[in-house]
């Protein structure tokens, strides 16, 4: 088999890569590890920037979004002290969406196969050949059978625990990383969303988020140690911490219920460069990942993808390759500040295993500034609704 861009991984970034590039007239082909209903079955981003949701517009994937998504214009912190709201439309005159990553996963497969896209599922033990050169390839297994797919470009879309940013060679490459003291618990239950906007929650006992998908179906999280296991949380247990860590007035009046999934996320702050080698190119978590705090996972994906179809299309149809040596600076420009971002965030709201009183104090500080200072509130609104591309 021959196509332009190779693809690997099926998520967010791989086939809104295809969708793009598709739409432009460059071929392409998805290679994604597991089954089509296991990629739909994941629980992950709720929050969308404005260039997420223009991008998945161009994209032609825009309309459920724009029927089914609700408009966030600020969003909720608070601490022992109580809860204040960041008016991000007054601050910077922007808003965020909430949709989650399961539904845009679903609107891209639809619109991927309206395209008539060529997506291999079950594809295993992918790997990447001859990226130095100028015909590259990729090899991989299915039913049994060894397959080669010659291409012109590989996009690594495969997340962090994918082949391709293994594909650069380890002395090439430089990683950056801390990694978190604790987890997230993360429920979802089909109840009404305890309030309105978002939550995030700076509690002594930890953090607690409190968000939502849509009127009917609520997404909530508290951090815990790492050594949790799901098992240890019953239901109730989660709520009753849930409500310790939430202010009273928002705690009394929530609705519980049942959760329909209940899973454990560890949180790092992860960054490898460059983001190219030779005719490979990393994009999503393939090449960073944040910490949830600051929503900017699948958000960043986004302007990886952005930045990667802007590469390729230059480079295919105007056959201009200098555009190919731009896309790793430009692409780490903005990983970067969402990067710091999203430490912040988690610098602030979490509860530290090794954090004095005296540090809690300072974080109560912090977002007391938050809450009094219109330029700290700017700058906190300027990020969570997103950097400009
Ligand atoms: P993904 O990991 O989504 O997709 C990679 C794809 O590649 C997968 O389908 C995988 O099966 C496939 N793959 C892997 N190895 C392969 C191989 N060798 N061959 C072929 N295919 C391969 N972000 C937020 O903004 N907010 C959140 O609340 C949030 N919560 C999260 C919770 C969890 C548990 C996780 C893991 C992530 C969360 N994220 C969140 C971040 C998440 O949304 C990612 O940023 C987003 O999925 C990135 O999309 P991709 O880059 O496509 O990577
Ligand atoms: C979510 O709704 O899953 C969500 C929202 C905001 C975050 C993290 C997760 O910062």
Redesign the pocket.
């Known amino acids: 088999m021959r196509t332009q861009v190779a693809i690997i991984g099926g998520g967010p970034s791989g086939l809104l890569l295809s969708q793009l590039l598709m739409r432009a007239g460059i071929e392409t082909v998805v290679l994604e590890r597991q089954t089509r209903d296991y990629v739909l079955g994941r629980i ?4 969308l920037e404005r260039g997420a949701v223009e991008l998945l517009h161009r994209a032609g994937c825009g309309d459920r979004l724009g029927d089914e998504s609700i408009a966030h214009e600020g969003c909720n912190l608070s601490t022992v002290n109580g809860m204040f709201r960041v008016d991000f439309q007054a601050r910077v005159g922007e808003s965020v969406t ?1 949709y989650g990553q399961t539904e845009v996963t679903h609107d891209l497969y639809a619109a991927q196969d309206a395209l008539g896209a060529t997506i291999i599922h079950e594809a295993h033990n992918v790997a990447l050949h001859d990226l130095e050169g100028g015909a590259p390839w990729v090899s991989y297994e299915k039913d049994g059978q060894t397959h080669r797919i010659d291409c012109d470009f590989v996009a690594g879309c495969d997340g962090f625990h994918g082949i391709s940013r293994q594909s650069i060679p380890g002395d090439k490459r430089t990683e950056y990383e801390r990694v978190y003291p604790f987890g997230w618990l ?1 429920v979802l239950s089909r109840t009404a969303p305890a309030a309105d906007e ?1 939550i995030y929650a700076n509690h002594p006992r930890g953090f607690a ?1 409190a ?3 849509n009127p009917t179906l609520s ?1 909530y ?1 508290i951090q815990v140690p790492l050594s949790d296991t799901v098992e240890q949380w019953s239901d109730q247990a989660f709520w009753d911490e849930l409500r310790r860590r939430l202010p009273a007035s928002v705690a009394d009046s929530m609705q519980t219920g049942p959760s329909i999934e209940k899973s454990i996320a560890p949180l790092r702050s992860f960054v490898v460069e460059p983001l190219r080698w030779g005719r490979l190119f990393l994009v999503g978590d393939a090449a960073h990942i944040v910490p ?4 900017k996972g699948l958000n960043l994906a986004a302007s990886d993808v952005h930045y990667l179809f802007e590469t390729l299309r230059a480079a295919i149809l105007d056959a201009d390759a200098a555009a190919l040596d731009q896309y790793s600076t430009r692409a780490l420009t903005r990983i970067w500040g969402a990067m710091r971002f999203s430490w912040w965030m988690t610098s602030i709201l979490h509860r530290f295993p090794d954090q004095s009183d005296f540090d809690q104090k300072i974080q109560e500080a912090e977002l007391r500034q938050l809450e009094t200072m219109e330029s700290a509130q700017v700058t906190m609104a300027r990020n969570y609704t997103g950097l400009p591309y």
């Not at 992950?44 to 929050?47: E, H, L």
């Not at 949830?292 to 929503?295: I, M, N, S, V």
């Open positions: 992950r981003a709720g929050v909430v993360g978002l988020l968000s939502m998908r997404r999280y949830p705090t600051g929503a």
